[in-house]
């Protein structure tokens, strides 16, 4: 399934409320954005009236963080029954989820878990993507997470490398894909393999969307574990990592994610222009896969 | 649900302080103290947005350790972190700490009230001429529903709204004058609404607080009436009708 509906995108931004009047006024070419649709999943109210005021003037992707799709148990039924409302409210450009775990039983955990790459676990991480698609009547795009232990410790191993286990989803369940090249130059950093080998194994066809973020060192342990912090501009061999990529691939729609430290619309403004002159180079240098 | 699986017992060594000897080898891992410090890191933050007067009221430092306390004890039920904490009002009750701050409490349930108003549907608020179109006969069996952002409680022998729009920063004191340096020790009521998709709030009687509790029990308007009367002896029906209507707090009637 190739990523069309979102060959109008260009470089995006995450949505912070404190930006709102600025991003709906905002005409720059190619700008969309995104948020985590659990902050709207909500009756009524401010929230959900902001957010369609930004998507009556600019396409929106939903990025979920609680689906908990390596989990052991199914979706929430609840949760996903709402996220359907609102994707047909919103009728999001893409909507996206991470490989990772975020809930056991009842009790969610506010973070992007790991788990041992096994067949099991692909089965099971299909069998979720596959509801949700169903339940969303769309296909989603999965995140590579970022990885802070080693591939083997103790009794702990993967059975599947990840481009692997990500080519199998794709194949498995028909998902889209999200490249997040920051989460590859922290997971590169931590584990010790070479990033750009990574991206050049990623699997390019399925790419509907690529994150690109900043890091920062681990307080405790130092500059040894590189953390996901998304509180500092993207760093240059992330950027490096988004041009081989595109290079290789044609221009995708790009995400610049921000959470720490948050500077000012313009701010963030200039520094996606980064991205959006990656993307318009390549733009001309290699002809779009896909015309619609 | 099964609580022998692998994923169960990482994620019991993420909740406890420090991992039982038959815990996961990979939570020995230096680097697993990142997930445990960004789950926990997440409740506590989660209750700092949702908790805001509370967490000024008490600083950071005790708030972040009730938080602590409280994220253990009570994990998030949901995936939407907004609606967290919905016990941290009665978890803060029952702390032996707070036994010396007998509004803080009564503040934090304000601080849910102001979420949960945020949060509600949205519906058209009635306005006067839905309630003076009515015949005369009509209006004693009226039902008049709250509006779904509306939040109210009486706060018995503590001055809790003033406290509590005192920690807020995003107090409109031309909403609610009271100079927090005139604290007096006496009940008080709240009334949170909604108009113009933001939420504001009054000072509310006792007797419009009964009134209230009475409409969202399903009384007709004059059981109603009645029931706010009974509380608040000498209350004027006509100016509780017309503050109730001003500030959005009620429902279009059927």
């Given at each position: 399934?190739?990523?069309?509906?979102?060959?109008h995108?260009?470089?995006?931004?995450?949505l912070?409320?404190?930006?709102?009047?600025?991003a709906?006024?905002?005409?720059?070419?190619?700008?969309?954005?995104?948020?985590?649709?659990?902050?709207?999943?909500?009756?009524?109210?401010?929230?959900?009236?902001?957010?369609e005021?930004?998507?009556?003037?600019?396409p929106?992707?939903?990025?979920?963080?609680?689906?908990?799709?390596?989990?052991?148990?199914?979706?929430?039924?609840?949760?996903?029954?709402?996220?359907?409302?609102?994707?047909?409210?919103?009728?999001?450009a893409?909507?996206?989820e991470?490989?990772?775990?975020?809930?056991?039983?009842?009790?969610y955990?506010?973070?992007l878990?790991?788990?041992?790459?096994?067949?099991?676990?692909?089965?099971r991480?299909?069998r979720?993507?596959?509801?949700?698609q169903?339940?969303?009547?769309?296909?989603?795009?999965?995140e590579n997470?970022?990885?802070y232990l080693?591939?083997?410790?103790?009794?702990?191993?993967h059975?599947?490398?990840?481009?692997d286990?990500l080519?199998?989803?794709?194949?498995?369940?028909?998902?889209?894909?999200?490249l997040?090249?920051?989460?590859v130059?922290?997971?590169?950093h931590?584990?010790g393999?070479?990033?750009n080998?990574?991206?050049?194994?990623?699997?390019?066809?399925?790419?509907?969307?690529?994150?690109?973020?900043?890091?920062?060192?681990?307080?405790?342990?130092?500059?040894?574990?590189?953390?996901?912090?998304?509180?500092?501009?993207?760093?240059?061999?992330?950027w490096?990592?988004?041009?081989?990529?595109?290079?290789?691939h044609?221009?995708?729609?790009?995400?610049?994610?921000?959470?720490?430290?948050?500077?000012?619309?313009?701010?963030?403004?200039q520094e996606?222009?980064?991205?959006?002159?990656?993307?318009?180079?390549?733009?001309?240098a290699?002809?779009?896969?896909?015309?619609? | 649900m099964?609580?022998?699986?692998p994923?169960?017992?990482?994620a019991?060594?993420?909740?406890s302080?420090?991992?039982?000897d038959?815990?996961?080898?990979?939570?020995r891992?230096?680097?697993?103290?990142?997930?445990?410090?960004?789950?926990?890191?997440?409740?506590v933050?989660?209750l700092?947005?949702?908790y805001?007067?509370?967490?000024?009221?008490?600083?950071?430092?005790?708030?972040?350790?009730?938080a602590?306390?409280?994220?253990?004890?009570?994990p998030?039920?949901?995936?939407?972190?907004?609606?967290?904490?919905?016990d941290?009002?009665?978890?803060?009750a029952?702390?032996e700490?707070t036994?010396?701050?007998?509004?803080?409490?009564?503040?934090a349930?304000?601080?849910?009230?102001?979420?949960?108003?945020?949060v509600?549907?949205?519906?058209?608020?009635?306005?006067?001429?839905?309630?003076?179109?009515l015949?005369?006969e009509?209006?004693?069996?009226?039902?008049?529903?709250?509006?779904?952002?509306?939040q109210?409680a009486?706060?018995d022998?503590?001055?809790?709204?003033?406290?509590?729009?005192?920690?807020?920063s995003?107090?409109?004191?031309?909403?609610?004058?009271?100079?927090?340096?005139?604290?007096?020790?006496?009940?008080?009521g709240a009334?949170?609404?909604?108009?113009?998709?933001?939420?504001?709030w009054?000072?509310?009687?006792?007797?419009?607080?009964?009134?209230?509790?009475?409409?969202?029990?399903?009384?007709?308007?004059?059981?109603?009436?009645?029931a706010?009367s009974?509380?608040e002896?000498?209350?004027?029906?006509?100016?509780?009708?017309?503050?109730?209507?001003?500030?959005g707090?009620l429902?279009?009637?059927?």
């Amino acid at each position: 399934m190739a990523p069309t509906a979102a060959l109008h995108l260009g470089a995006g931004l995450a949505l912070k409320p404190q930006h709102f009047n600025e991003a709906r006024d905002c005409r720059d070419s190619g700008l969309w954005f995104e948020v985590h649709p659990e902050n709207y999943l909500v009756d009524g109210g401010p929230r959900l009236h902001w957010l369609e005021v930004i998507r009556a003037h600019h396409p929106v992707a939903l990025h979920g963080v609680s689906l908990s799709l390596a989990g052991e148990d199914p979706p929430d039924a609840a949760h996903l029954q709402r996220l359907a409302a609102l994707v047909r409210r919103l009728q999001p450009a893409l909507v996206s989820e991470h490989l990772a775990w975020s809930r056991t039983g009842s009790h969610y955990l506010p973070d992007l878990l790991p788990f041992q790459r096994s067949t099991a676990a692909l089965q099971r991480v299909a069998r979720h993507v596959a509801q949700v698609q169903d339940r969303l009547q769309r296909p989603i795009a999965i995140e590579n997470p970022s990885h802070y232990l080693p591939d083997a410790f103790g009794d702990w191993h993967h059975s599947w490398d990840e481009v692997d286990f990500l080519a199998e989803l794709v194949q498995r369940t028909g998902c889209q894909l999200l490249l997040d090249v920051n989460n590859v130059q922290v997971s590169a950093h931590n584990l010790g393999f070479s990033a750009n080998a990574y991206i050049d194994r990623f699997p390019g066809h399925a790419v509907a969307e690529i994150h690109v973020a900043g890091h920062s060192s681990d307080p405790l342990l130092g500059a040894g574990l590189l953390i996901d912090s998304h509180d500092a501009p993207v760093a240059p061999a992330v950027w490096a990592l988004l041009n081989r990529f595109v290079a290789r691939h044609g221009p995708r729609p790009v995400l610049l994610e921000r959470d720490g430290n948050v500077p000012a619309f313009d701010t963030l403004r200039q520094e996606s222009s980064t991205a959006a002159d990656i993307l318009a180079h390549h733009a001309v240098a290699l002809p779009l896969e896909v015309t619609p | 649900m099964s609580v022998n699986t692998p994923l169960h017992a990482l994620a019991q060594a993420i909740w406890s302080e420090a991992p039982a000897d038959e815990a996961p080898a990979i939570t020995r891992h230096p680097a697993f103290a990142v997930y445990r410090n960004t789950v926990l890191k997440g409740c506590v933050d989660a209750l700092q947005a949702n908790y805001p007067a509370v967490a000024r009221l008490v600083g950071d430092d005790w708030f972040q350790s009730a938080a602590t306390l409280y994220a253990r004890a009570h994990p998030p039920v949901d995936g939407r972190l907004v609606l967290y904490g919905a016990d941290f009002a009665d978890f803060l009750a029952r702390m032996e700490a707070t036994h010396q701050l007998p509004y803080l409490a009564p503040v934090a349930r304000l601080d849910r009230m102001w979420t949960l108003s945020h949060v509600a549907a949205d519906a058209p608020p009635a306005l006067p001429q839905h309630i003076t179109s009515l015949p005369a006969e009509a209006l004693a069996t009226l039902k008049l529903a709250p509006h779904p952002a509306a939040q109210w409680a009486w706060f018995d022998g503590i001055p809790a709204r003033t406290l509590w729009c005192s920690n807020r920063s995003d107090a409109h004191p031309e909403a609610d004058p009271q100079p927090p340096g005139d604290l007096v020790w006496r009940g008080e009521g709240a009334l949170l609404t909604r108009p113009a998709l933001q939420v504001q709030w009054a000072p509310a009687s006792l007797g419009s607080i009964c009134f209230l509790d009475a409409c969202a029990q399903g009384a007709p308007l004059l059981d109603a009436a009645q029931a706010a009367s009974e509380a608040e002896p000498g209350l004027d029906l006509a100016q509780l009708m017309a503050q109730l209507l001003d500030a959005g707090a009620l429902q279009v009637p059927n």
